[in-house]
């Protein structure tokens, strides 16, 4: 498969699943060195295509798409590394920084991302395009959330649902 057919199959793949996917669907946009997991929820694309256009194209999918939006994790290490020992980082953070303003992100330990992914692909499923980057801890990882239903409106009918529990339990 030459370059341009990778290419248009990553991208019309994502925007076959887009309208799938919802809140508890994660999409990761994956540095080259990242492994395929073996976990049958989890899809793996090669993209053959920049880290920062792949992520791009995401971005452009999940904004057209109105049920969702994503919540924005990034490796902690990414803020750690070196010129010395990941040649590019800095111009790299400045291009993720850029192409992330407006999101709100969350820098968590890479262990600890890659374990909230594979609780969610034991009932969700999750979309990984791997990327042509080389740079270690450069994943950008996103979790789709509802994109019309806010955590405050969860936590509301949450607290509504325990007040008219409590209620029913009192009137007994």
């Not at 492994?35 to 995401?58: C, K, M, R, W, Y």
């Not at 999750?126 to 950008?140: M, N, Q, R």
Request: with cysteine; glycine share 4%.
């Amino acid at each position: 498969m030459n370059p341009d057919q990778d290419s248009r199959s990553w991208s019309s793949r994502l925007g076959y699943i887009m309208p799938l996917f919802g809140h508890r669907n994660w999409i990761v946009v994956a540095d080259a060195a990242y492994p395929a997991q073996s976990n049958p929820g989890i899809e793996t694309l090669f993209t053959g295509t920049d880290h920062v256009e792949v992520l791009s194209n995401v971005l452009t999918a999940i904004a057209a798409a109105h049920h969702v939006r994503a919540n924005i994790f990034l490796d902690a290490e990414l803020q750690m590394l070196t010129e010395i020992d990941a040649p590019g980082v800095s111009i790299f953070r400045r291009e993720i920084a850029q192409k992330l303003s407006g999101h709100a992100t969350r820098a968590l330990a890479h262990e600890q991302i890659i374990a909230r992914l594979d609780e969610a692909a034991r009932l969700f499923r999750i979309f990984i395009l791997k990327s042509t980057h080389s740079i270690p801890y450069t994943s950008v990882f996103l979790e789709l959330d509802c994109g019309y239903w806010s955590g405050e409106a969860e936590k509301r009918l949450r607290d509504l649902q325990a007040n008219q529990t409590t209620q029913t339990i009192q009137s007994r």
